[in-house]
């Protein structure tokens, strides 16, 4: 699909757009500045413009159209190309990318009057509003408002010495990347701080923005002043610690002006509670004057709870950060809510949620793909058993690093012969690596950006990858030569791949929900890699939110995908429908946040799900239902390992639990991993290989110290 955006175009989405430059329907340029091609439209409901998906050959933008209707409105138009000029002057993480010729005209074919046009990086994750939503409206943890707080005055502060102060700060205007990075957003509203503004201050000429219960007293007449943007981040950090929006009448009394939020926020500290109130206090000039303030008020924080809250390791704490930081200490940086009830926040990690990752999360996000609160979970068979705190503790012994990836490593592959590893990152590379040896044996650099996820034919003789270039790309096994690859396979990111067992079936999945079938044989039954570059779809389903992970049934009579939900999809009946048939899967109810990975036992009686929201889930496959509860993980359960009886499930918090499958009981809990645990796989000498979502983009290898078996 390519979409035109002349406003009067009579069909945008013609279809023979896809493979012509120009529009079929009106003439227009399809391919902006020479580079842009518009894929579909995300919003005409935001604000002042009409909200794009677009892209630069296989890198997603979010392009913003002024709609027409402000064409002549000369405040409008101001605000419009204030956000471009803004956002190419600032680079950090923390706001989207915009290039110095961000900003640009568009005369679509037969029209008297351009379009205005701001092109950006798209974030891919959710605002912090609908995080909340989607979380339950959960507050949370004062761990987890640190590192926002953090995040969030460093960028004030690089855009505060730009001269620039922000002036509509509020959940929706803030975003979660899959790394767990937040990013500021809408700048339109911005104003430099020049003399001649601050000696004009409450001029009706300036342009009041305001945002119900986020915008401070000043602002609200036409004054805003650096200090707004302070008052309004303390009102954001309060809707997430109290999960009450401002003018809540919980926490708002109208007649009195009053404000009473500290008891919906019993889990942070007197001196956070503190900071949060200067941050808000009616008066500019009682509030903290400048960012570098905000962030040794942090840090003198983060030292007074050192002693209360868990860190990895308590027995060298970590000093406070020095100034200015996007991130508070490794040990302590978290994607989602470190909560303190079960449940989840992202992306992603990308972690799928990563994610998501985040992810998540991404945390995506940007994301369009995240989960609304579900049902409370079932009961556990007996929940004194099936908790990992029961089990006996050993640790593990660090072998070998292996580095080299330049990025978050995403995925990993453990061929049959115990030794070849690959590896996914998003330095977008494929590596492949000898485990025996310690040593990189080669690098798969044709994909576009970042690689996701990673396959494998049943025989191993072909590699078959995705990701964010839209791609499915297929490389020979062991020379990693490519054989070919499938463009624009999917029309969004691609999350996750499968193939069935017989070989004959591939799955791909992407961050929209949409799940691909692909035949490996042609009609004979034979499978022919040479073919597989030319592969079209068989079926295409639709789950309900993004994907992140797929696995076929041993028998092949399923696939399983997880993600916002967890949704079984039955192939033998699918095989039998008509091809455009809307097809239903059976939804599994129970998890209270994102599927971040899935499993099957190896007698295929059992499936097998870890989430987000800190459990591991057994269901039955006959009856569709669920069968157990395995608790005891303190953060997201990011990975899962099936080993005849034993299953193994990793976390966040750099801990791995392994389960007996048969009597349902933890075997042991293995701690003494130096960073969160993403991925990890387990050699046939019991050895484990581990990667971690953050910095340092290495993999590593660690001996159990003992015996896995009691």
Not at 408 to 433: F, P
Not at 439 to 445: F, G, I, M, N, S
Not at 492 to 514: C, E, I, Q, R, Y
Not at 654 to 678: A, C, S, Y
């Amino acid at each position: 699909m390519s979409l035109c955006i002349n406003p009067q175009c009579r069909q945008p989405d013609h279809p023979s757009n896809s493979a012509s430059l120009t529009c079929q329907a009106c003439g227009s340029d399809l391919l902006l500045q020479g580079r842009y091609r518009v894929m579909r439209l995300i919003s005409d409901q935001s604000g002042f413009g009409r909200v794009y998906e677009a892209y630069e050959r296989d890198i997603p933008k979010i392009l913003k159209v002024l709609k027409e209707s402000y064409n002549h409105n000369e405040k409008v138009l101001t605000l419009f190309r204030r956000e471009a000029q803004v956002l190419s002057h600032l680079n950090h993480p923390g706001v989207p990318k915009v290039a110095a010729d961000g900003y640009f005209l568009y005369y679509p074919q037969g029209s008297g009057e351009p379009s205005h046009c701001l092109v950006m990086e798209k974030i891919d994750g959710p605002n912090l509003k609908e995080w909340m939503v989607q979380q339950g409206n959960h507050p949370i943890s004062e761990k987890q408002a640190l590192l926002w707080l953090t995040q969030l005055t460093d960028v004030l502060h690089l855009v505060h010495q730009q001269n620039y102060f922000h002036r509509d700060i509020k959940p929706e205007n803030i975003m979660l990347r899959a790394s767990g990075q937040l990013v500021l957003v809408d700048f339109g509203a911005a104003r430099e701080m020049t003399q001649t503004y601050m000696a004009h201050l409450g001029d009706s000429d300036i342009t009041a923005v305001s945002s119900a219960g986020f915008t401070p007293p000043e602002q609200e007449q036409g004054q805003a002043v650096p200090q707004s943007d302070f008052y309004a981040l303390g009102r954001t950090l309060i809707y997430l610690l109290t999960a009450k929006m401002p003018n809540d009448p919980a926490i708002y009394d109208p007649r009195t002006n009053a404000f009473r939020w500290r008891n919906y926020a019993p889990q942070i500290s007197q001196a956070l509670a503190d900071l949060v109130d200067e941050l808000t206090a009616p008066a500019a000039a009682d509030r903290p004057q400048t960012t570098r303030i905000i962030l040794d008020r942090l840090a003198q924080v983060r030292v007074a709870q050192g002693t209360r809250l868990p860190v990895a390791n308590q027995s060298h704490p970590s000093p406070p950060p020095a100034w200015p930081v996007t991130t508070l200490d490794p040990q302590e940086a978290v994607t989602q809510a470190d909560a303190l009830r079960p449940w989840l926040p992202p992306w992603l990690d990308q972690r799928p949620w990563v994610l998501a990752g985040l992810t998540g999360l991404a945390l995506a996000v940007p994301l369009a793909w995240w989960a609304l609160s579900r049902s409370q979970p079932p009961a556990p068979l007996d929940a004194s058993a099936l908790t990992a705190a029961a089990a006996p503790s050993m640790t593990v012994t660090p072998l070998a690093s292996l580095a080299g990836h330049s990025g978050e490593i995403k995925d990993l592959l453990l061929l049959r012969d115990g030794k070849t590893l690959i590896s996914a990152s998003a330095d977008d590379t494929i590596r492949i690596w000898d485990l025996d040896a310690g040593a990189l044996k080669q690098t798969l650099d044709q994909h576009g950006n970042v690689v996701k996820a990673l396959a494998m034919t049943t025989d191993q003789s072909t590699l078959i990858s995705t990701g964010d270039d839209r791609t499915l790309r297929f490389w020979r096994l062991p020379s990693g030569q490519p054989i070919g690859v499938i463009e624009n396979a999917h029309g969004v990111p691609m999350t996750a791949l499968a193939v069935s067992h017989n070989g004959k079936l591939m799955a791909s999945a992407d961050s929209d929900g949409t799940i691909k079938l692909w035949n490996l044989s042609d009609p004979n039954g034979t499978i022919n890699p040479q073919a597989f570059p030319s592969l079209q779809p068989w079926r295409t389903l639709k789950a309900d939110g993004t994907v992140n992970d797929l696995r076929f049934a041993g028998d092949d009579s399923f696939l399983a995908s997880g993600g916002k939900q967890l949704q079984i999809w039955d192939l033998a009946a699918l095989a039998e429908s008509p091809p455009n048939t809307a097809w239903t899967p059976v939804t599994l109810e129970g998890h209270t946040s994102f599927v971040n990975q899935i499993a099957l036992s190896d007698d295929n009686q059992t499936l097998i799900s870890a989430s987000a929201d800190r459990t591991v889930r057994l269901w039955d496959v006959a009856s569709r239902s669920p069968k157990a509860v395995l608790t005891g993980h303190q953060s997201f359960v990011n990975d899962l390992r099936v080993d005849g009886p034993r299953l193994w499930s990793a976390d966040e918090d750099r801990t791995m639990v392994v389960w007996n499958l048969n009597q349902v009981v933890p075997m042991r809990k293995i701690e003494g991993f130096d960073t969160d645990i993403w991925r990890f796989t387990v050699r046939p000498n019991g050895d484990i290989v581990t990667v971690g979502g953050n910095q340092p983009y290495t993999i590593r290898l660690w001996r159990p110290d003992g015996a896995v078996l009691p």
